[in-house]
Structures are given as C-alpha cells and as structure tokens.
C-alpha cells in the first residue's frame, strides 16, 4: 500500500487528561481516501477523544496525526480541512438555518488566479461571493433533503431535521474528513435507521471520508468500510464487519459485537478442544492444554434431537425475537443462548450441535487470577474451592481489626465482615505449590504445564467446582499431579463487589 | 350556600390589588394631578411649557441622560470581560472573585458612598471641582454588580460545542467571539442596560451624597418637592415616568428577539 493513499494516520496517539487519565493509549491508526471508518467502543473508551483531537479540540500528549503525510497534530480546528458534526448537533441559535449553513462559507477564503495587462498570472485570496454562498447552501440542502428550509429558525426544526442541517453545515464546506460524533444518538430507532441509510448514501455520493463515533454495534456494523473497536482507550481490533464479526480476537470484541457464549476450554489434542464437559473439532490451532476462550455465536448452535448432538441440555426459556427464537438451555451449571428459528418446550431436553467454523478459540492472556469469594466469619476468606488467610482491612482505608474480630473503619464504625462477598484476585506469580495436602487453602490436580522459556506455567484445577489456578513457578512438576495451593495473606487482593447494579 | 360569599382562586389577587392601588394607581394618580395643575389648583399646561423652555431643566434632563449613558457604557466595558472570565475560564477559585463583586452590594449603601467620597477627596482634592466624572464613577461603582450578574449567567449557559462547532468551521478565536459569544449574550446585555441606564438617570442620592447638586432629574425633582413645589416636581417625574417607559419598550424588543428570554437573576 503506497503511503499517498492515506488521508489521515495516527502514529503513537496518546492523550492523558489534566486528573491523569489515560484516555486514548498507543492509538495507531491509518485510513484510506474516501472510507468509512467506525470508532467503536463503550462510553468512556477514548473514541470521542480520539475524534476531538484529529478535529484539533484536543491536543494529544503525544504522537503525530498526519494529514495527507503533513503533521496537523498542534494545529487548531479552524486551521483543519476536516468538519464535524456534533453529538448534540451545536447549530447556532442566534442565526437561522442558512446562515447555519453559510457560516463555514462566509470564512472561506479561496485562492483566484487572474491574469493582469502584461499578461501575468498571479493569485490572490478571496471570499466567496453571495451569489457562490446561495448556489453551495442549496445545494447542501438538497443533499439533506431540506430544500426550502433557508429562512425557518433552527428552534423551529425536529430533532432529525436538526441533525440533517448539521451535516449540511459541515459537508457545506467540502472537509476531506468528516467526523461524526453519535450524531444519530439522539434520534428516535425509526429515524436513526432511516438516517443510517442516508448517511451510507450520501458518504457513497460525496466521497469524502467519514470518521463515525458509535456506542451502538449495529449501527457500526451496518455502515462501516472498517471498524475500530476500542475498549479503555486501546484498539482491541480492526477490521471489516465480517472480520470483526466472525473473527473477533479477543473476547471483549466477541462479546461486545453482537452477542456470544464465551467458555472456558481447553485444547485436548490437534484441532480439537474442549469446553462444557464435551470435545469439539475446531478450526484454530492452539498448543495441546492451551487454555483458550470458546466464542460460540448463539445462532451457530443448531438444536437436534438429544442423542445426535455435541451437548445435551435442558430448556429453560424461550422468548420470541421476531425474526428468532432465543432459547437458554442448561448443560449442567453452564447456560448457553441459542437463536433459532425453530424452537423447543421449555423443560424438555434436547441436543445442540456446533459446526467447527461456529468455535472460534482466543488465548487466555493471564497475568491475574480473578475468582467470587466470601469472607467467613473468622476473617478468612474462601474462593476457588478453597480457605485462605487474608487481610481484611484492606477493604476498607485505614481500618483495623479489635480483638473480637470485628472490623473498625477509620471513622470508628463497627462492622461485622461475616458474608461479605468480595471480588479476589491473585498475581500468577503469588502463587506456590506444595505436595502436602493440608499446607495451602485448596487442593488440585495439575492439568497442564507449559514451558515458558525460564519457568513452567502450570494450571491447577480442583475437583469439585473445577476451578483453575494459574501459576508460574520455576520448578517441574507433573501433569496429574495432586497439589495444594499456597498464597501468602498479603497477596490476596480484596475489592468489595459493587452493591446493587453496575453504574 | 350563597354563590357571593363563595372563596375562589381569584380572591386571592385582593392583598396584591389593593397594593398596587394604594402604592401605584394612587401616587400615579396624584403625580398626573399636580402635573397638570398650578398652586392654587387650577388646569393648565404651564408646568409643561416652563419645561420644556427651560433651558436650565431640560439641561438637566439632558445631564442626566448623559450620565446615564455613560456609566452604562462604563459599567459595560468592566463586565463584560469580568463576567467572561468569570464565566468561560478554567481559574477553580473563580466563585470567590465572584463574590468579590457582589460583596460590596452586602455592605450598606450610606457607608459605601461615604468611603468613596473619602476616597475622592484625598485623590481629587476639590471634588466639586468634577461634578461628571464623579457621578459616574458614584454610579459605576454602585451599578456595576447589577450589570456582572445577568452578563455572567447568559455567559454560563453559552454551550461550549457551539465555540467548538464555530472553530470547526474555520472561525478563529476573535471571529469565534465576534460571531457567536458575543450575539448569544445579547440577552445578558440588554437586561445589563436596562438594569443600570433606568435606575441611574434618577438616582440621585448617590450624586447627593457626593456633594449636594441638582445636576440631573432625580435631584432636580427633590429640590422642587423640598420647597413645597408640587407641581413642576410632579411635571418632572411624569416626563422621566414616559421615557422609562420607552426603553424598556425598546429593550423589551430586543430580549423578544431572542427565542429564550433569559431573566435576570436580580
């Protein structure tokens, strides 16, 4: 790919707030002429940052954005040849919908060229004439679809119309981006549809690249050349909307693009893992007793009669979509969603078989172990099949513990921690492991170790709820191995669980 | 039960009719009485004719205009900057300086004027010697919170994407200001200038206070009322009554303009 065929690239992109944020990280980003490019990602994820800086609102902290290969990165909004259209669309209240339009216009100076007696050629710059303003602001508005609307005041238009004036407003100026930040989040579900086709359409029309910021993974799906999902201000993946869909690498784009079952598995032999208590054929290549994420989509699961399939379940409900069934099924403690458009009694058992294009398998990246636990009342705290000493008092800021074991916050208050439950999480690198039975908090067989160059990583897991342990430890063990799993008190990292829902 | 004697909503506007009779209808009343007759209780035009042939009233009238309008302009050109960066910069201390301009309307009036009159004699040495100057500085100085407040307020609700949107358009910063800041506070402005220009063409006091004059309508009228002259007095009141009455027309079309009207928090 020549270099001259990116519009816009971002090298290094990185922009920390004034409270020391990190809102975008390590962004490294190139766009084609003429694409459209979806940010994609949760509120909060840095995508609307990353817009506002190449519109020149913020300034990253460090990096480059180049423009057709010219760096823009510290030049301000008014010096860039990019328009955006606000969430919220920012029309001026005090002027009326074509001077809305004409307002970009009215600052535009273009470069003449004349040619004096001599016959010299020579340039010079020059504002739009009114006759040039009127001709453009009609024909932005035909675009948009509001001919007519010139004289109404923008208090008086819909919420749609208002959006559509607002991309007037930018495309007016002919920008070579245009970035669109949610601008159909305000919209009712009617119109944001209508509107999607219209933008595709006229982003087909115009060929001017658009930039689109979207929560909404439909939207994304629906409009996008290629889309860029972004979680925590990192890109977790780009590409097309097939690509994204059907290859998503890592679980947080599986689960956030459309919906998935995600399971623990592990690879059993060549090809071949295995997940919900079955073994499956698959299409990704893994090392034998890799740990793996399974991303099945609820609508590669088909139902069959219980003795044909994979897996067998029960049916706990089924809720008609319209266009599908949804179908949860219990296969011993797992759940998994089916869309079908058949359905089953709910109560009855039935089997399900997936294809192996259906299982798509990512590595596990482990650095810390996460588990639900509960603190008992002698202020231990239990978790993956196990008890282990820990340290309560780091639940609460400078809290202590009185004789009676209960728990004294900083204010003095009294409280019994007794049930409480917690989310722990241990490093891989805090646990030990110990061939006497009684000397760690649980005990587990050694399901796999994998060497890692230095050391083995090794994975425990109990037998009754089969929880895992991954640890690192320089010594061999044994596959198969009975162990029991030591960590020290002040390695186990407590958090409360949040109460009530999730903000 | 007799249909009379039956408590409905609009007996409620009994207290708040009987004082608008007895504190505005009633004075009204008296002021287009004594503006139009002569001592002895006669009509005639003459009070209106001696007015307006005055020169010496109608300069006056046209002193205080001046005044007015200056001390407007001046009051204008502090806040407006003051209330801009009151309202637009980042400065996390900025609802004290805030309360710094507000906090002189919590310390009493007659004191206030007395210290500034303190303060210019020992800057001018003769005070009388600067009768305009002095009463707009009197004036600026016991107006200006009165303009700040509204010009503040219109400046805080300004949405800060439409300065993002206008940039993103090509405005530089002074255009940004030019086309967009400064026509959405129209509203602040003009509910700024009502509350100065009006209240400072008649008040006298502070001019009073300052050194006893009759340089403009209001002290004019209590000189008139002071030597029992009823009716030239109620002549004068009448006349300013009509212009107020004009700009606030005036004003009242500008604020119309505007699709939200914006009160004043004042």
Known sequence: MSKSENIIELIDVKKVFDDDTIAVDNFNLEVKKGEFVTFLGPSGCGKTTTLRMIAGFELPTSGKILLNGEDISRLPPNKRPVNTVFQKYALFPHLNVYENIAFGLRLKKIENTYANDKGDRYTKKERLTKAEIDKKVKKALEIVDLEGFEKRSVATLSGGQQQRIAIARAIVNEPEILLLDEPLGALDLKMRKEMQIELKNMHKKLGITFIYVTHDQEEALTMSDKIVVINDGDIQQIGTPTEIYNEPVNTFVADFIGESNIFNGTVVGNLKVKFCGATFDCLDDYEINQLVDVVVRPEDIKICSPAEGHLKGKVISSVFKGVHYEITVAIGKFEIIIQSTSTAPVGSTIGMRIEPDGIHLMEKVYTVNKYDGEITKNNTVKFGDGEFECDVTQLYPASRLDEEGYLITASGEKIDMTGVEVDVEVDTHDIQMSDDKDAGGAQGNIISMIYKGDHYRYIVRTEENEEDYVLSCPDTWNTGDLVSIIIPKDKIKLVLKPVGEDK | ?266
């Open chain 2, 1 to 266: 039960m007799m249909k009379g004697l039956c408590f409905n909503r609009k007996h409620l506007c009994i207290p708040y009719a009987a004082f608008l009779i007895l504190f505005v209808i009633a004075p009204l009343i008296v002021i287009f009485y004594y503006a139009f007759t002569n001592g002895q209780g006669n009509f005639t035009f003459d009070n209106f004719v001696n007015f307006f042939t005055n020169t010496n009233t109608i300069g006056t009238l046209l002193y205080g205009f001046a005044v007015a309008i200056v001390t407007t302009l001046v009051c204008l050109i502090i806040a407006y900057p003051t209330a801009y960066i009151l309202a637009r910069s980042k400065f996390k201390k900025k609802y004290v300086l805030l309360l710094l301009f507000i906090l002189p309307m919590w310390i009493n009036f007659t004191l206030r004027i007395t210290a500034l009159k303190e303060i210019l004699s020992v800057l001018e040495g003769n005070i009388s010697a600067y009768p305009f100057l002095n009463s707009v500085i009197g004036m600026t100085y016991d107006f200006l919170p009165f303009m700040i407040l509204p010009l503040y307020t219109s400046l805080l609700k300004l949405d800060n994407s439409l300065l993002e949107a206008a940039s993103d358009l090509g405005a530089n910063k002074f255009t940004v200001f030019l086309r967009v800041t400064l026509p959405l506070s129209v509203p602040g402005i003009v509910s700024g200038v009502t509350m100065v220009l009006l209240p400072s063409m008649t008040n006298y006091v502070v001019l009073d206070m300052l050194y006893n004059s009759t340089f403009i309508p209001g002290s004019l009228i209590f000189s008139y009322f002071s030597a029992y002259d009823w009716n030239n007095g109620s002549l004068i009141s009448l006349v300013l009554l009509i212009i107020v009455f004009i700009v606030t027309l005036v004003t009242n079309r500008f604020s119309d303009n505007e699709k939200d009207k914006r009160v004043a928090i004042l």
